[in-house]
């Protein structure tokens, strides 16, 4: 019997599918935060990561065409704010958010965007100061990369007019916020470097907010101005406001019409510049003429009396004898200085006084071995006279002389210091001080 007769079995699908539905109806869209890691980002351009906090995890994912519009890249360990809708994905069984946009915690998502690009662009050189490339001081031709409707061209050309109205101003005209504005304005920065009669570029905008002036924190942006080979400078904005185009520039202007004042001196200033130049050119000119004038008069009083200009020649010329006899005089006394000296040089090196001082140093050498000889040899014999004192007085000899002899004991010839070691019939030889007897023992005492 069936204890449950209206008891309904589902598959494994049946019932993921219907939780699928369940979840998706309640969570259509929903806000969360929290921890990422183990993000992924495979080659299909997807974003794979977790959520996580204290007490929960949570699987996400961002597909592609949402994470291209994405201005920084999450990493492990980042906090984010993230909305989306939740599914469950069945093959695995795991409920899941379906990420649609995502923010970091604590900072903008432009801010950290910009800063990470800052990071990698500065990382790669892009800002150093010793390939900025100069800005000409008088261009003939500027081109600015603006909006053609924007205030910021107005403020360039009004500046441009009032400094310097005879300088050529070729606009290129482009979009500089919302889509594809960054892509308008590196295409716009190309072109003026393939036109290349451009001296000096201006690329900016007027004020906005950061949102506002983001095309000019592009990387595609940055790169158009560092590879262009015509010096550009930078005006977006407002003096606070900086840009990732104003780092990489040659040049930065803190507002538009402060690019148009720096591109170029005014009129006024290159004219008071000449007239500076023109007076001390006419300064320099009236000098020159009044020394020429001088030495005209010179001349021609010269002129007038042949001898008068002989006689400077001749003074000139004996002046110059005089001279020339005297460093003559001067070498010959130098060189018979050194003459001299390389003369006594030669004497003490010639062989016959090396000869003899070799000579004399023999003889020297040998008085001193004689006298050590003879001081050697009278040290022995003192040393011998006094050894020879010392042996007398112990020789054996000498006890002899006194009336006593020596008796060894044949054949071994041992000496015989005991009367007690004899036997009768033992054969000694006696030693006088002089002359020496051959005995028998007949008889031995103590």
Known sequence: MDLFPDKRIL??????????????????????????????????????????????QLRCVMFRAAARAL??????????????????????????????????????ALQLAFSQLKERLAGEGMFDESRKKPIPRLPRRIGVVTSATGAAIHDILNVLERRFANVEVLLRPVRVQGEGAAAEIAGAVRDFNRYRDIDVMIVGRGGGSMEDLWAFNEEVVARAIHAS????????????????????????????SAAAELVIKSKEELEAGVAALSHRLGQAMRHRLAGARGELESLSRSLKDPSML?????????HSYERLCAAAAAGMR??????????????????????????????????RGENAIQRIVDRNRES?????????????????SRGYAIACRLPERTAVRDGGSLSP??????????????CVVEESHD
């Open 11 to 56: 598959t494994v699908s049946q019932l993921t599918s219907l939780v699928r539905g369940v979840i998706e109806e309640n969570f259509e869209h929903v806000w969360v935060e929290g921890e990422v890691s183990n993000l992924s980002m495979p080659g299909s351009g997807h974003l794979y990561f977790t959520l996580r906090d204290a007490g929960a």
């Open 229 to 256: 080979r015509i010096p550009v400078i930078s005006a977006v904005g407002h003096e606070v406001d900086f840009t990732i185009a104003d780092f990489v520039a040659d040049l930065r202007a803190p507002t538009p």
């Open 384 to 400: 011998a006279a006094v050894n020879a004192g010392r042996l007398h007085s112990l020789s054996p000899l000498l006890t002899l």
């Open 310 to 318: 002989l006689g400077h020649l001749v003074q000139r010329v004996d």
């Open 71 to 108: 201005r920084f890249r999450p990493k492990d360990g980042v906090g984010l704010i993230v909305r989306g809708r939740l599914t469950v994905f069945e093959p695995r069984g795991d409920y899941q958010l379906i990420v649609e946009y995502l923010e970091p915690q604590g900072i903008g």
């Open 334 to 367: 130098s060189r018979a200085e050194r003459l001299d000296y390389l003369r006594n040089h030669l004497r003490l090196v010639t062989p016959a006084v090396q000869l003899e001082r070799a000579r004399e140093r023999l003889i020297s050498l040998a008085a």
């Open 425 to 438: 019939g033992d054969r000694l030889d006696l030693t006088f001080q002089r002359g020496g007897a051959l």
